[in-house]
Every structure is written in C-alpha cells, then in structure tokens.
DNA sequence: CTGTTAGCGCATTCAG
DNA sequence: CTGAATGCGCTAACAG
C-alpha cells in the first residue's frame, strides 16, 4: 500500500528553483515570463512527469475542462458513433468528456445534469430524451444557473438551447413523396410520441407530402412507439390488427429492424407485401434481409456542431442561429418498391 | 453573470446549528451520532438541497467515487451495450462511471490511462485495444501505483489483473465443430492479431476440434484482420485471392457483414457457394441478408461480472480466480448450411 | 458525541 | 516579472 506520493506543483516549484505561483502561470500559458525560467520549469516538469491534479484545479477556478454529454440509448448504433464523434471533438479542444445515459428516462436525465452541475462541467450537450409530457425543471436550472448547454438531434420547445440537428420534416416529406410517387396509396407511420419536435417534425414532412398528392393524412395513419427495437414489433402488431397497409415509415432503422423480423415471422414478405423504410441509415441496414430504404443523418457533422457550439455559448459568443440544420439524404434500396 | 453562489457544508451546519465536521460525518453515513442532530442535519441538507462538492471531497479523500471504463470503438454496438450495462452496475453501487475510448490505438489508451489517474479513479475496468505487441508501460504503472483494475473481455499476458471473459475457445471449439461436422472441408478463419490473447483462443478451439476430426490446420487458413466491418472486406479480398474456401470464420459479426458485403459485391452467394460464421450474437445479426450463424457472449454477466471484481479488488480482497470465464452459446443461422 | 482546525493541490490576489 | 499568502469545499484528526 505503500503507494508513491503524487508529486505535486510544490516539487515542480522547488526543483526549478520558482515559486509554485510562477509554475502555475508557466502551466496555465501566461506569456509575461521570462523565457528562460519559462525553459527551467518545463524541463522540471517533463523531468518530474508532472500532471496537475484536475480536482485541485477544478476547486480552485470552479471549471473542470470537461464537456458533460447526455445521450439516451447506447444500444442502438447511432447513439455510440454520436459518442465517438463528439469526443473526438472535445479532445480536440483539449477537453474531457462527461458521459450520461437516459434510457429516455427523464428522472435519469435530471440525475445526470444534477451529477455534472456538481462536477462543474463547463458545458452540457443533450440529446434530449423520448419522454412523454417531461418535466423541464432541470433545463431550466441550468439557464437560470447560467450554465452553457446545448441540444443535439432535438429539443425542448419552451427552453433557450439551440441545437444541431437534421431537418427530419424534409427527409420525411422526400421520403414520403417518393412512397407517393411509387403509387404507395396507404403509408402508415410509427412515430415517437407526436407531441415531441423530432415526431412533430417528421409528421410534418408526412403530412406536407400527402397534401402535395391531395391527400389527407388520417389518424389511424399514425402510430406512437417507443423507438426502439421492441417499440417497432409492438407497432407492427397493433397496425396489422387494423389491417395491412401499403408501406410503413419508421422513426428509426432500428424500429424498422423491429418491424422487419415481426414482418417475417408473420409469413408476410418486405417489399411484396408491403414496403417499409427507416430512418438514420446505420451501416447495417443496407445489409439486412431487404436492405432497408431509409434517410441518412449526417451523424459526423451534427455532432462536430454541437461541440462547436457548445464552445461559443461557453464563451459567451451569441448564436446567431439557434437551430442549426443539416440536410438528410435519403437512400433508396429493397425494402421499398413500386406498386401499381 | 450573477450565478447564485454554490451552497457548501457551511451553509448546512449554520442552518442546522451545529458544526461542519457534524454534517460531515452524518453525510458520511457515521452511525456515532444523536439521532436528533442527525435528523436536523439532514433536514437542512434537503431544505438547502445543498449536494457535496465531488472535487473538494476528492481532493481531501483521494478518491472520487468514480470508476473508469476503458473501451475500444463504440461503432460496434456490441460495446455499446457493455457500456450500458457497465454504467448501470456501477450506478447501483453509487459510483459514477468515467469513459475512455481507445479505438484500439495503444497511445490513446496509455492517455487514458494516465487521465484516469490524475482524476484519482477508485479503480479501472479495461477492454484491451486489439493491438499488435503493445508496450505495456501503463499497466505495470497501475500495479506499481496499486491502482485497482480488472479486464473485459479479454486481457494483456504478463500482468497481473483477473479478467471476466467468454471461454472464447470453446465457444469457437463447437462452432468449427458444426461446421466440420456439416462436410466443411476448407474453413478459414479471419482472426485478430495471432498474438493476443483474444485470438490465440479462438484458434486453439478451432485446432482442437481439426484435431479431434484428423485433420490440420494449414498456416494459409488464418487470416489475420482488424475486427471491424473494412477488417472484413480486406480479409475477404485476401482470401479468395488465394482461392474460395468452405467456410469463413470470423472474429465478430460486425467482421462478417464486411464479409458479407464484400461477397454480394463479387457475385458470390452465402451460403450456397460457401458459408459464413461470426462471434458476438448482435441484434442485426439475426436480421441480415442471410441470418448470421455465431456464437453470443453474455454481454450483461460479463459486465456484471467485471464491475463486482473491481470492487472487490479495490477492497482489498483477494480473487480466487484470475480468469472468470463465461459460457458462449451457438446460434446456427442460414449463414451457413451442410455441404456434400 | 460534537466543535475546531489543518491540510488536500492549485490559482490568484497583492506586495516586492 | 516573481514570491508569499489566501481560499476553493471537504474530510479527518484531535480536543473538549
């Protein structure tokens, strides 16, 4: 247990023949050193290995070089290259990054932002959670605590972030006029809960669509889930109980994989019987059984945004744009088909 | 600016009417204690909603209630899912997780390594970096430093931390077994790195059970490969290059969908002109063009697993078991079929 | 059983 | 331009 002692800014200090307030300005970049005692620390350093010790740092100056990032799922793929993604953007900054999962908890996501309050991270990205009717007090907090954050995917309507995010009205609306225009006569849609902007968006995109073509949009055209993978069977279920419809568009690919299997082990065939696409473009889905017709999220530039972001409103800069759009691209392959 | 100033244990003991020390101990769970202050104490702290500072208590204890999870590469949802499953066992404890991402670059882990230090982790959870003879510099610190750390999934020979694991070679024994056994004659295997432990497993089940059916394995059936999807398409490249084998094995599924792509792309049919396996059980695995035949790891037990060692390790106990070794389990798909 | 106090390691005044 | 002193919020050792 005899565990060596931490060197610390005083070891540094003595054996550079300064002051430990000369190392720490040394350390923190102050250029109004003289070069050469500059040289003498920074060789103490290196010679010693020094590091400071962030918590000591983090007392003090009540920053802690850390960006907190909440994220709702990590079972599905998008989510863990978002994770990948943003890190190596804080990184880059020379930052560390925080990690909170949801699981589209909202009393999850209060803990964690309760959690990175305390550990006075200097900025928090939120993907907010799929939650019904949430409870917005810990987003509030934050402003009220003027404690910079920022949305990534969507956001809380009523509050002040701004968000990087893709513009699901216009992936949906191409994706829906395309079913249209394939002679699709009955699309129904599992969405996430309407009332939240990423369904909201989608629907809107749906229903511009539809109203291009003449139609109306009828209630029974959409179905709620959870998006995930048993969300999509479940949705599957509850719409074949009213009877098959021509295609199915889904929140993500991951609920389309949902709706795919239940599809199979319900003898009915993808895209003979009915079409379906997803939404997200994960690499897997265009290897699966019918490789799925879906929109692309471009995953690497939205979440380079929200750091960048993150970043200005930390610094105080004023966002100009509080939502920040990044164009979908949609993907045609076998799990749609024309009809006649 | 005027961010309300942060309510501290000052605060609680004023309100409460006794002393620092005296909320300290009741915060620290003391059971030396009047019942009465306690509960005024305790009162105070609810009223105030005051929350400990976690760097100011680090900086006095040299811990941080915190433990880090060092993983390779987050785009395999396999990972994904550790993490999820990691983070809730380590929540249940009252602990917070730390994350670090390798990429299976050695250089990233040694930073994370050290990062994880200065922040004064109580213990470190590692999936080591499929990397080729990594200098192990930074797992000797952690033992010279006495630092608590166990493995995930596989470990580094040569040092000293137990590890939970899938019997890796007998998970992949039964699978060459199944395929010998359904007239395979030619079965290469896309392997990690020969020399890492992961590998060398995977090989000594698919040499026993060639051995056990009378045959050898040849040098040119093992192909060694990064583990992720463009590992797959080169291995595959490289291999029929030299000519079509029987069967191919790989690493982990997300390797077998690069296989899998890459042989749709060159005409060839799986598993009609030859079979394909791979490792891991994902969710899309069962879902693809043709349903993946693999072996799953208990992803849940194994994290499970990890987390309760390294707490155990960083009390002090004493593992009986260096290696805890979970069992795989085969999944035979239409990936693969019986030849003639 | 409770109150007082001295650090933990660093940043940052303010003199020199 | 450099050095000594103070405090960040908390814990723990020591008195009382």
Chains 1, 2 share one sequence.
Do not use: W
């Not at 070891?11 to 190392?23: E, H, I, N, Q």
């Not at 995917?153 to 995010?165: D, E, K, V, W």
């Not at 939240?196 to 179905?223: N, Y």
């Not at 897997?284 to 960048?308: G, N």
């Amino acid at each position: 247990m005899a565990t060596k002692e931490r060197t610390t800014i005083r070891d540094v200090a003595a054996l550079a023949g300064v002051s430990v307030g000369t190392v720490s300005m040394v350390l923190n970049g102050s250029n109004k050193l003289n070069p050469e005692t500059r040289q003498r620390v920074m060789d103490a350093v290196i010679k010693l290995d020094y590091r400071r010790n962030p918590h000591a740092r983090s007392l003090s100056t009540k920053k802690s070089m850390t960006i907190g990032l909440i994220i709702t799922d990590l079972t599905n793929p998008f989510f863990g290259i978002m994770v990948g993604c943003v890190q190596q953007e804080i990184d880059a900054k020379g930052y560390e990054l925080l990690l909170g999962m949801t699981k589209n908890d909202i009393e999850r996501e209060k803990k964690v932002i309760a959690k990175f309050i305390d550990s006075a991270v200097d900025g928090i990205i939120i993907v907010p959670a799929h939650y019904r009717n949430p409870n917005l007090s810990h987003i509030y907090a934050l402003e009220q605590r003027n404690i910079p954050y920022v949305y990534l995917t969507t956001y809380y309507p009523g509050t002040r972030g701004c968000c990087a995010m893709t513009d699901l009205a216009q992936g949906s609306y191409e994706l829906t006029n395309y079913l249209l225009n394939t002679g699709h006569k009955n699309i129904v849609m599992i969405s996430g809960y309407v009332e939240l902007v990423l369904s909201a968006e989608r629907l809107r995109g749906f229903k511009r669509a539809h109203e291009e073509h003449g139609l109306e949009v009828r209630a029974d055209q959409i179905v709620e889930a959870e998006p995930d993978y048993n969300g999509g069977r479940e949705a599957f279920d509850q719409i074949i109980r009213r009877g098959k419809p021509d295609a199915i568009m889904t929140v993500n690919d991951i609920v389309s994989m949902g709706v795919l299997t239940r599809a199979r082990e319900m003898g009915l065939r993808v895209p003979e019987d009915l079409s379906v696409a997803g939404y997200d473009d994960l690499l897997y889905s265009s290897m699966l059984e019918t490789s799925l017709t879906t929109v692309r999220q471009p995953i690497k530039e939205m979440s380079a945004a929200a750091v960048d972001m993150i970043f200005k409103v930390a610094e105080g800069e004023t966002i100009e744009n509080k939502l920040m759009m990044f164009t979908p691209q949609l993907f045609i392959r076998s799990s749609t088909k024309k009809r006649l």
